[in-house]
């Protein structure tokens, strides 16, 4: 039965990567539907994208997928998924995956990934995204972007980054976070 809520999910689309990232994107991916998420994202079927979109498709779960021509002109595309949009543009992609998703989980993922989920940072910052931000640090592979944010609060480039997303250390972790988000208060944006 598909899911009225999508979590977006930005991870890495490499296929040269550690076993254990593979192993919780899969995870993640079979836990979605049971805890009454679908999936929308970057619609590959390589790397921990692929990962995540077979583990929902094999629990039962609906996945909308978002994938500009020129990577479906490659072959690139997961073509299980319950919707395959084709868009032209890589700001179009992450502009239709932001419009449809009702939260966000950053997995380990590379310079894309880091593109995506600052896009949506900014947007709740802004107070123009309401949804909640999950970082799975996995490994700690997040540790040093995250203290990158507390150096910009600390040295008052940005106030409060800490209650615009959550962090988790497994996928269990998640859940608890996108159930009870981390409040943020916009209005005092500036202060």
């Known amino acids: 039965m598909p899911s ?16 254990e990232y593979f192993a919780a994107a899969e995870e993640l991916g079979a836990a979605m539907p049971g805890k009454g998420w679908g999936l929308v994202y970057g619609g590959g079927k390589i790397g921990l994208m692929g990962a995540v979109a077979r ?14 021509h020129f990577m479906k002109e490659r072959e690139l595309e997961f073509r299980e998924a319950d919707e395959l ?13 932001i419009a449809r998703a009702q939260a966000f989980v950053a997995l380990p ?4 990934t880091l593109e995506e989920i600052s896009e949506v940072l900014t947007l709740r910052y ?26 910009m609060e600390r040295e008052r480039f940005r106030n409060r980054m800490r ?5 988790a ?7 608890p976070h996108l159930d009870n988000p981390r409040a ?6 500036w202060q």
């Not at 909640?132 to 540790?143: A, H, K, R, T, W």
């Not at 250390?169 to 859940?175: G, K, L, R, Y």
């Open 4 to 19: 009225s809520r999508l979590l977006c999910v930005y991870c890495s689309s490499s296929p040269h990567l550690a076993p």
């Open 55 to 68: 583990g929902v498709k094999q629990a039962g779960g609906s996945v909308v997928g978002v994938i500009p």
């Open 85 to 97: 949009h084709t868009v032209i543009t890589m700001a179009e992609r992450k502009a239709t995956m």
């Open 109 to 112: 993922g590379g310079i894309g």
């Open 126 to 151: 802004l107070a123009q995204l309401e949804a909640p931000i999950v970082f799975l640090n996995q490994n700690g592979f997040y540790d040093d972007l995250l203290r990158w944010f507390d150096r």
């Open 163 to 167: 209650d615009l997303y959550a962090v």
């Open 169 to 175: 250390s497994t996928v269990d972790e998640i859940w």
């Open 184 to 189: 943020y208060h916009p209005e005092k944006l």
